[in-house]
Each structure stands twice: as C-alpha cells, then as structure tokens.
C-alpha cells in the first residue's frame, strides 16, 4: 500500500526535475551559475595573476581604469577615475607623471572591517565565526589613501607580488621602498603600517586625487592601471585580518577581498564553491550605450543606460571534470560554458564542442557561440644556442624555415581545436596595433595568397630548403646520418599521445625524425631556465594590448637562460634589438607600424618561432542570459550579464523531465528474476531430506 | 585487554615514524622545494628572490635531514623533516602551500566523505551478504551458477567503467539525479544517490563471492548436517546457524575498513564533485603540495593501525577461545 | 635491426621459465596432478584458450625492430629510423598505416566532423568529407550494406575452415595425448574467437572496424597494442613481487623471532600508507631520474619502456605484502609439523629444510594467488592512469584510451568507440583471467569443495 502512495508521489513531482544540483530555496532566484575547473589561489589583488583568480578579483576591486566592455579594438575607459590620466614629461623626459583624479561617492561594500570594535576581536569569538561577514559591518568612502596603499603594498616584504621587479624599473623610489621595509620588518607578528612609511614615487594631492612618478618614459603604464594591481585596497582590511586567530581560519584579505565593485564575495570555498553577491554600496554604472557595429543587432544594446548590475547573486561551482561540466552545461544548470585557459603547452584541455558551428540539437535549444580571438599566442620556438636547429647561421635557419612550413598548423587547429584558432603569421596577436590580417598580414616564407585566402607552401618547397640547409631527404649530406630533433614539451597525461603523434607525423612528412622529451611541468622549467631545450612549445597571454607586450619576448637582453627573461627562445638580433628600443616608448603611429613591420620581416626570416596560433576562445551561452561578450582583456564583466529567470527554468523544466520508466522496468526485472528463486525455495522446503 | 591495547598502541609509534620517512623521502626526492615554490608561484615572472622568500615563509630553506650548521640538538631539530613530520604527532598538521590551514580542511571535508562512505560500506555489506546467502542456500544449481558467473563478470568490470557508464545512463539520458556536485544536510540525498549506487555494484562481484565461499564453507560443517538431520527447515539451518557463525570471519574483516572509511573513495568524489579527503588527497597529488600529503599519510596510516587494533579486539569478543598474545 | 627492449627480454625469460617449468612438472606426477584436475574443468579450458590468444598478440608485439629507412640514393649507408616497431605492427602493416585524418565511426565511410571539401565541380561545401581509407574502395556508398554483409559472409567462412582444421589437427594429437581435457569446450571457445576475429579481419581490409582516434589511428590497432600492455603489467609485476613476498613471508614465518618482527613491521609500514599515494610518489620519482638522465634514454621507446618496467616494479614492492603476509601463516603452521622438527633434530640446515619442505608446500598459495593477482593489476593500471600515475603517455593501454575517452564522452556528438573497444577487450581479458584463476585455486587447493 505505501508502495503504491510512493509510486503515486513519484509520477506527480514528474512535473518537477530531480537532477537540480542547486538548492530548491534558489529556484527562481535570479542568480547567474557558473562555473570553474581550477582552484584559484591568491584573491589578493598584489599577488593575483592568473585568469581564475581574476575572475573573482575583477568583479571586486575596482582600478582607476577599464576596458570598454563592446568597444573593439581594446580601449581603456575610466572606472573608478575620472579620466584616462595622460603622460606629462618633467625634466626633459628624465621623469614622467601621471595625475590621477577620482569620482566622488564611490562606497566600499559593507565589511566588517570598517567597525573600529572588530579590530581587537577575542580570538574565542574568531574561531566561532564561519564566515567574516557574521560579524557587524560597515562602510566608508574610497579616498586616493587606499591607492597609495595598495602601491606601497607591491613592495611590502610579507607579501609577493610577480610584478614588484618590474615596476620597481619604473615607479621611482619603490625598489628603495622595498628595500627599507624589509629591514624595517623584523617583527611579523606586528601588524606592518604601510601609511606610515613614504613612498617617494607615489603622492597624495587631496582626497580625490593622486600622483605617480615614473622614470622615463612608459606608455604602457595606463594598461597596468587598469589591473587589480592598482585597485584601492582598505587599510583597515589589512588590520582586520592581521588579528591573532584569523589566519587559522583561514580568514586573510587572499580569501576574503574587500573592494567597491559590483559584487562582493560572500562565500569562498575553493573546492566547492564560490559566491558573489551584488554590492549593496555600489555606486552604480550605466551599461554601455555604444559599441561595435553589430553589437546592435546581437541585441547587445537592448540594455543601454540602465543601471549595473542586473544579477543579484552569482555561484561559481567546481568542475574538475569535463564530462559533467559539458552535460550540467547542457542540461541547463550552468548559463555559460567558457573556458579559459591559463596554462600553454595545451592546445586544448576539453574537447568540448563539435565544430566552429553548433550542432543542430545546440541550436534547437537556443545555445548562442560566440568567438573571439584570444590575445594569445602560441608558438612553436626553438632554442638560438642549440647548435642543430639555432644560431644565426644560414644553415640553420634554412632548416627553421622548412619545419616552419612543414608543420600544418591548420591541421592542429583543425584536429586538436575543432577550428578554434587561427593560424599565427608573425609575433603579434589579433587586435594588437601592429598587426597586419588578411593579405598583407601573411608570412610569405610560410604562405601564398591563393583564391583569396592563405595557403600553405607546398612540401616540396620545404623539402628544398632541406636539402639547401644540408639535409637532403632527412639525412646529413655528409654522414649520412639521419636528422633527428628533439621536441621538449609537458607531458599532462595519457590524452598527449595523440597530440605526439601528431608531431612525429609533421616531421616525418620531410624526413626528419622527432623525439619527444615530456616531462612534468617543473622539470620543463628547468630546462628552458638552463637553456637545454631544443624545440618547445610555449605561448604568451597579453598583459595589455600594446605590441611591446608581444615584441619584448624576442628582445636580446630579456633571454631566460642569461637573464632570467621572457625571452625563452634567447633569440638575439642587434638589428631587432634596437628596433625595438625605438619602438616600445612610442605612441601607436605609422612611424611605429613601419618599425614593426621591419621588425616583423626581421622575425619571419630568422624564425625563432617556426610558426604557432592564436586560440580563439568561445563562449557558449544559453539563450536566457543576456548580454555577454567575450572579452579578453576586461575580466569584470559580470556585472553587464543580465538572467531571463523565466525562461530558464521553463527551459530547464522541459529539459530535465526524469524518465523514470526505466527505473520501473530495472525495478520489475528484479522482482521477476526472484519469482524462480522463490519457487524453487518453496519446492526445497517441501522436499525430503537431501544430501548436502 | 587494556595492557594489550597499551602495547600495541605504544608498537605504532615507530610505524608511524617508519611511515613519515618514508613519506618524506619519497616526497623529497622527487620535488625540490624549488619546485613546490614555482608550482605555487605562478607562471609569470616569477623571479629567483620570489622563490627565496617563498621557501623561506615556510621553513624550506633549512637542510633536509641532517643540520651540519646547527648546534647540538639543532643539527636534528633545525631541518626540514623535524619541523614539517613531528609536528604531526600532536595532530598538528599546519598549513596547506596554499596558507589554507589543513586541520580544518580536514574537518570540513571529512563530512561528505563519510556521507558517502557509510552507506556504501553499510548497504553494500548487506547487499553482499544477502546475494551471497542467497547463492549459498541455491547451491549446485542453475541460480547458483548463473550467480557465480554474473559476479566474475561484474568483477572484471573496471570501477572507471561503471562511473562513466553510470553517470552517461542515470544523470544525462534519464535525467534522475544530478550529474556532480554536492550539497550539505537534508539535500545531500540527491548527490549521494549515484555515488553509492555505483559503489555498491562495483562492489558486489568480488564481495558476494568471497562471502559465498565463506558461507559454504561453514555450510560443510558437520554441525550443519546435525541440525538437517534433525528436521530443521533449510532456512532455519541457514538464518539461524549457518548466518551467525559465519558473519565471524565477515565481521572482522570488515573491521578493518571501518576506520578507512574517513578517508573517502579518491576516484568516485573526484568524479562525482563530491568535496570530500579523498579528493583532497587527490588534488594535493597532482599540485604537489607536500603538507596534505603527509597529513593525509598520517591520518591514513594512524586509521589503519587503530582498524588492525580493532580487528583484533573484535576477534577476541566474538570468539572466546582466541586469547590475545 | 632487433632492439632488445628491457621487458621484452624480462618477458621471454618469462615464457622459457613457465616453459621449463611446465616441462619438469610434466614428468613428476604431484607435480602435474594439480594442473590437470585445473584443465579438467570446462571454463578453465575455454579461459586458457581465450588466454593464450591474448598471449599470442602479447608475445607477438615482444619482438622489437627498427625499420630501415628508405633512401633515395642507393650508395647512402643503411639508416634506422628512430621509431621501434614490433612484429605485430608489420602483420598489421595496413592497419598502422591507414591514417585518417580525426575521429570516424566504426566501418564508416566519412569523417566525423565537417570540412570545408571542394566539390569536383569546384564548389567549396561543408560537409562530412570521405574517408580517405575507411570504405575508400566503394565507388556508390550505397554499396555499403552489401560490401560489409559480403565481408563477413567471408570471413565467417575463413573461420569456419580454420576452425575445422584446428579441430582435425587438435583431434589426432592433443586430444590423444590429454584425453580428459574437455576438448569441446576448448574448440567452442576457439571457434568463438575465430568467429569474431574471421569477419573482423575481412572488414579491417577496406574499413576501421572500431573506428578511429583523435588523429585518425586505427582503434582495433591501438586495442590490439594496449594487449601487451596490460600482459607485462600483469606478469612482470610478480617477477618482482614474488622473491620479496616468498622470502620475506617464509622467512617470517619459519624464523620467528626478531626476524618475524621485522618483517611485521616492514609490512606494516608499508601496508599503512595509502597505496595511491605510495605509487604515484615512486612513479614521479622514476620521471625525474629518466628526466635527468637524458643519455640513458636516447630514443622515446626505451624511455617509455623504463617507465613501464619501473612501473610495474613499484607495483611489485607496493604488493608484496598480501602473498607474504599468507605466507607466513602457512610457514608458521608448517614448521610446527613433525617430520620439519624431526629435519632439525637431524641437524639438516636451514637451507635445505627450506628448499626441500617448507618451499614446495606453499608453492600452492604463490600459484593461487600470482594468478588471482592477474587480473587485478591489469585493472589497477587503467586507474592508475586515470590519476595520472600509470604507463608513460606515448604507451598505448586500456588505461590510456579510457582516460582519452573520457574527454571524448564530453563531445557533443559523443565518440563512444574508443571507450567501448577498451572496454571489451579488457573484459574479455580480465574475465578469462578471473575465470582461469577460479578454476586454478580450486584445482590446487585441497579443501575447497562446492
């Protein structure tokens, strides 16, 4: 009898889904569901550098400046400034400043650390708390204090930052700074007061307005202002946390950020989940009244002027594997499904996605795809002081110019990425002033322009330069030998061998044989700070988008193995050398087109790279979120989204009906397959006695 | 019992020891704290003084094992082994690299774990058993046969094919329960379903087999044929005699898992989104991070002792003629 | 030019020691009685043929080469390529190099995912391109049905007459030699396998029967090479298992004393730590070595192949404590026996007690369990792989292509075949290995009676 109530029960929530990972308090909420397959490890904006933790991050401080969310190419707008701060030369070019001034009215979130009581808690009372936010809060208004703060705290001796040696180039007097803190430092159990030490670089004009000197020149200094780098940080957050007790709960300004933005992060679990919820003191923005042409017509417009943010709350939930990331996507229980890649000698972590276009049962349920060209590169490169393949010998390069044709980068990005890529032509990176696309953009060593597009030069063309380098058909013209070259790369795990497959083919097609070197990630290391390598993949994601941030990475002086650099191919040419002085302080111009283009000639011949690609990162949303565009450069775009709560949990509904006929069936089949056995028990107990 | 339980807890002590040199030598040989800074650093810019200071906030710029420069007690005292591998006798584990404390990590995390674990250790127990009764009493013919032949297959079935299997049939064509994913308290119910599921099939095959063997072999037993010959009905013999005398060996192998159970099943919670130790452990494997390793090491271990403890106590309750040494 | 690669050299050894062996026990009869109360068994006799073909692709892919490279001018000297090849990869020559280009279906005709593909007359369309080997000789796909139901027709037929001759030729020479083997069963198993394997090599002629991979390789071929895979996992580990666990179990057992202390806590220690963790350290540990060494290792063949062979020696120190731990109760109730006490009233050593008495008696358990432990280790290495801990990447494995199929099962249209051709070959051996193993411990074992 109560199996058939059950049963009854059963078929009535049949209207219901079952499969709903989320609380059924939220259905109907109006939160965005996202979420993240690695674990982000530093929220603090000093230390934070990686594109996980800028997700958090960006939604929370707010830096002077931004990008523009629509606008293409990448333009920088004011966020928390007033303008874009522009460059005055003082002392003849010895010195440049930049004056930044601040809105007015801009509020912190509510945090506990703005109550004068919180700061001297008992540490009972700390290890009773779950989350800070337990605790009474308050608020107070962002002054140019809270930037000067966050500057001096690059250099401060208990933190890391990875930019502190580069700026300490630029920022006058913040490599002293760090020098005389860490002698200042020595008792750590002391809460370290950065507002009272002077940093000479940075100066306090008034409340709303700041200073920063630099030495030189540095164009690229505005992109730096536009990363959490330089976003106000409260000093009485550090304070807050610095209590004895707090750092056992694991309670520090690394998990725990506090910042004007949109949102606020009220829950951290890095393992499990992560919640941002909307800023009550958030001064509000307006969403974007202009933008690409075609943004209109996508329908990116339709919110024009209205105030940000339009959702309320935003989980992020962890996915470390791919199958149920791709099937929760598709069922409907995650709004968007991109994922970002921070790490590089990986084409492709999920082979999510069937083609560039969507399948037809995506479209049937409203999946939109967008693309857009990450600012990436990815390159195969080769070590100038290996003696087989580097040098500036012309032997040598003859033979990076045949493997630069040989490799089928279309084909990788065709077999491995499911087209999302494009082939790279030169150094730089789609949208990045410099850059030249379609006809003029080819690399004529590599390519022809043939029916309107670029092909690749036939094999025989690098069979020849094989042969001219000294290798005929893969073996040494003198020994005989055969050529055999190494490929140092990251082994992640069983899902490479196609990958090295794939390799081995492209140099078996002109007769060189490949060795591929896998290693782990540390040992990989290793070998390029030594020098070792021979061949290596590696790619490059753009701090800003300026083509310094590209063109450094083959500048002579910046080679890993003597410098410790970005250069790790340890490329050195003088003429590029000083090209590249003269171009990287210059502003974008047709003076500066024309060195980088000389610059690029340069590259194409030596090829310190023989060939790479630009991923093109896709985003794929379901039809009830709104508003989203992918954009590489801005990370805060949160709080541009906007949810349709009705249809999606329409959709959701109509997705999910549980089909529990096959449960009734697997049920029916077990009681049929016990009916024999019952029988024959019954027949047993009747029988007479029978021998063991 | 209580000198016997004394003794064997003070033998445990230079396992432990045993364990966490070997552990640390493992470990050790294969990262250099060099490597475990740039793992936690980043990819960008990471520069040798960050590295310094890295090691240097966590103690890992002493010497490994043997303190030349130290004085006296120091030459022991004043590496990295003592301070990182001792502290662990006092159940303090310290911080993750990460700075996450671990100790309540673990406590956080040990909840879903055992929310999975206990049901699949207890419903697969009585599963195991009552299949295997079940074979036992149906013995020498067709069923029993049948029976056999369906748990070796079920045991040469990879566990990695039931999970990929059962979550593609349950979560994503029938839509019953949800994919991944985990929630506390009430709402649990829904996320463990799939989990336990999988776990107790994939345990049948090799449970119901051993479990039978034993019941036959207890069944062969000249007791059994005294109480048939008295008259009694076959499933008196079996529920009253044969059941209670052979759940002995049962129980006190299945002792010995009981304490493990805290530490989770490493590929089903990792599968499954289930935050529980086993994924921790996991995770702290593939990001090297040598203080959950040990921790866990430790833990792991220090269960397993008190599970052979256990069994073996258990083995002089049930059965009054073992006297233990 | 032959390349002894490490464990193929431990693997031959192998097979001239169970050969040898098989030989002396064949004359003794105590010896021989056991293993024919095992073959007297139906299933262990259909196991063992299963068994024996799986041993048969093994040993086939032991025998290393490296092909001599083609060269355009004669009077060039002879190169070899750098890629070692077994002798399984030249009898499946066509299905090793009949690339595609990505994913295709089984016996399918197109490609997985659309191109851009320029139509004879010149128009570029987007469509599902045709294979370039995979049903490549079909002029009309329509022709499809009827060249695939002719195939197997054919094949059937080809195993049909291979199936009668072995028969034949079975009939007049095992079947006198060994009458109480249960032949039928044994000619039932084979003409199974051959039933398959028959219409399977007709279609691999013109189709990928399984489909194929990522980058187009044959799956068949990559489940065929995943076979000696999981064979050297499971045999070599117990090369290194065994001498631990016998001397350390016996040993224990037989001295007592300190002795059994000793090794108590040897296996304790090692017992409590968790196995995972144990593994996956040793593994990092031997990539650092081969990293490090990079003159030891110079082609990616031996590197693989060290790690396979370190692989399934840490396997064998993390396992050894199961056999020793039985061992020991064994020795203990052993060298309490009388005739053992009467040895050491005679003054007989220790070395001969062991070898003469306490040995052979527990020979039984280290057969029972060697083979039980079979199959457990071939699934413990598809595990390991998923951790990541497992056989290097480039070595094809059951392991390897469900970690693969992993991420492929997240496509959308999903690719199933690789999962499912590991997943079948892998049952199929792991049963027959369960089965034998079964069959194996009851013929051994004098107490076990159903």
Redesign the interface.
Known sequence: MRAILLLACLAAGCADVWNDPYAAADRGANILYSAFTERPKHLDPVQSYTEDEARFTQQVYEPPLQYHYLKRPYELVPLTALEVPKAVEVQGGRYTVYTIRLRRGTRYQPHPAFVAENHVLAPARIARLRTPYELPAATRELTADDYIYEIKRLASPRLHSPILGLMSEYIVGLGEFAERLRKFDTRRQDWLDLRKHRLEGVEKVDDYTYRVKLKGRYPQFVYWLAMPFFAPVPWEAERFFHQPGMAEKNFTLDWWPVGTGAYMLTENNPNARMELVRNPNFRGEPYPAEGEPGDAAAGLLADAGKTMPFVERVVFSREKESIPYWNKFLQGYYDSSAIPSDTFDQAVRVSIGGEVGLTPEMEAKGIKLRTSPDITILYLGVNWLDDVVGGSAERTRKLRQAIAIAVDWEEFISIFLNGRGEVAHDPLAPGIFGQRTGREGLNPLTHVWEDGRAQRRPLEDARQLLAEAGYPNGRDAKSGAPLVLYLDTVGRGPGDKPRFDWWRRQFAKIAVQLEIRDTDWNRFQEKIRKGSQQLYILGWNADYPDPENFLFLLHGPQARAQSQGENTSNYVNAEFDALFERMKNIPNSPERQGIIDRMVEIVRRDAPWVGGFHPVSYGLTHAWMMNGKPNNMARNNLKYLRVDVDQRAALRREWNQPAVWPVLLILLALVASAVPAVMSYRRRERMAAKPA | MLAYIVRRTLYAIPILVGINLITFALFFLVNTPDDMARMQLGVKRVTPEAIEKWKAERGYDKPLLWNAAAAGAGKLGDTIFFEKSVKLFAFDFGRAEDNRDIANEIRTRMGPSLALAVPVFLVGLAVNVTFALGMAFFRATYLDLWGVILCVAMMSISSLFYIIGGQYLISKLWHLVPISGYEGGIDAMKFLVLPVLIGVIGGIGAGSRWYRTLFLEEMGKDYVRTARAKGLAESTVMFRHVLQNALIPILTGVVVVIPLLFMGSLIVESFFGIPGLGSYTIDAIQAQDFAVVRAMVFIGSVLYIAGLLLTDISYTLVDPRVRLA | MPVLLPTDALIWLLVLAVAAFAGYSSRRAHLAAPWARVFRSRIAAASAVVLACYLLVGLLDSLHYRPV?A???PA??V?????VRSLLDRVLEPLRTR?E??YSAPLATRLY???QVERADGTMVREFPRLAHGGAHLEDEADWGKDVALRILAGLALAAGLWWLAVFAGRRTLARRWPEVPWGAAGAALGAILALAGPVAMLAGGYHVLGT???G?DVLHQALKSIRTSLVIGTLTTLVLLPLGIAAGIAAGYFRGWVDDAIQ?AY???????G???I???V??V??YV??N?ELF???AQRADFRLLALCAILGVVGWTGLARLLRGEALKLSELEYIQAAHAFGVSHARVLARHILPNVAHIVIISLVLDF?GLV?AE??L????V?????T?SF???????????????MVWWS?AAA?VF??AL??A???FA?AVRDGFDPR???
Not at chain 3, 79 to 83: I, L, M
Not at chain 3, 268 to 274: A, G, Q
Not at chain 3, 385 to 388: A, E, F, K, L, N
């Open positions: 490279l060269a355009k001018d060039a000297p190169a070899y390529a750098v890629e690339l280009k990505t995912q659309k191109e991979n990522q980058v390789l806590y304790t220690t090692l017992n409590s730590i968790p995972v963790l144990l996956a350290a040793s990092l540990m990539q650092v990293d490090t990079p110079p082609t990616s199959s699934l598809a595990v792989s998923y951790v990541g497992g056989v290097d990447p480039s094809t392991g390897t292509m469900i970690n693969a199929a992993r991420l492929e099962m997240a496509r959308e249209p999962l997943f892998m049952f792991v049963l290995a369960n089965l079964d076990v009676r159903v």
